[in-house]
């Protein structure tokens, strides 16, 4: 099945800083998303981007399919930041499966 | 944006007993609705598709005895724990999509339910 990678595994973010997550795909894929999981376990859809590049407010991400990669971008950012980030694919010949990579945990400190 | 609705959060329960979790669809039809399990510190792992009016499709290592899915409406799937055991204890999400299953379809997650087994 296809694979993903996230990078880096954890950061750590005084806040006002700015930081760039990277998801790696191994296979050609019809549907991205970035999710955010906070501390009490709700998934909240940050984006979906299978391509082109996407910007709500302090974050934006960018996705190059033909380099099977995804970037997210958080700015200035804030204690709410903190959680897990996770970048979900699906597979062009999976019918309806999201398969997600590690994740990343971001702490954003005061 | 779609709501999801996942019930019981938290239930703690005694080895050898069954638990039910419930995931609606609040404000869409969900012909399929997708099953994860998430260890403590771990991605999510996907467990299941249930579709409805039909028999869930089991990912590889997943006990279907063990897991009963049922999907007997287009808002409603419910996934029972049987004889649960302390190996069990998870964190279980349901997710559903409001597109049909097309390429672009978004998938909304509910808010899960921790499960502690003693």
């Known amino acids: 099945g296809i694979q993903v990678e996230q990078s880096p595994p954890d950061l750590i973010l005084q806040e006002g800083a700015n930081s760039t997550l990277r998801c790696n795909f191994s296979d050609s894929v019809n549907n991205l998303q970035w999710f955010h999981q906070n501390p009490w376990g709700q998934l909240i859809n940050l984006f979906y981007i299978p391509s082109g590049t996407k910007q709500n407010g302090r974050l934006s991400a960018t996705t190059v399919a033909t380099e099977r990669y995804s970037l997210l971008y958080i700015s200035s950012s804030q204690t709410t930041d903190s959680g897990v980030y996770f970048c979900a694919v699906r597979a062009t010949d999976s019918w309806g499966k999201l398969q997600f990579g590690a994740g990343t945990q971001v702490v954003v400190t005061p | 944006g779609a709501v999801v609705s996942q019930h019981p959060s938290r239930v703690i329960c005694k080895s050898g007993t069954s638990v039910k979790i419930e995931c609606r669809s609040l404000d869409f039809q969900a012909t399929t609705m997708f099953w994860y399990r998430q260890f403590p510190k771990q991605s999510l792992m996907l467990m299941a598709t249930?579709?409805?009016?039909?028999?869930?499709?089991?990912e590889q290592g997943v006990e279907k005895d063990k897991f009963l899915i049922n999907h007997a409406s287009l808002t409603l799937s419910t996934l029972t724990v049987t004889s649960a055991h302390p190996e069990d204890s998870s964190f279980y999400i349901c997710s559903a999509g409001n597109g049909g299953l097309a390429p672009n379809e978004k998938l909304f997650f509910g808010s899960g339910t921790q499960l502690s087994v003693l």
């Open positions: 249930s579709n409805e009016g039909s028999k869930a499709t089991y």
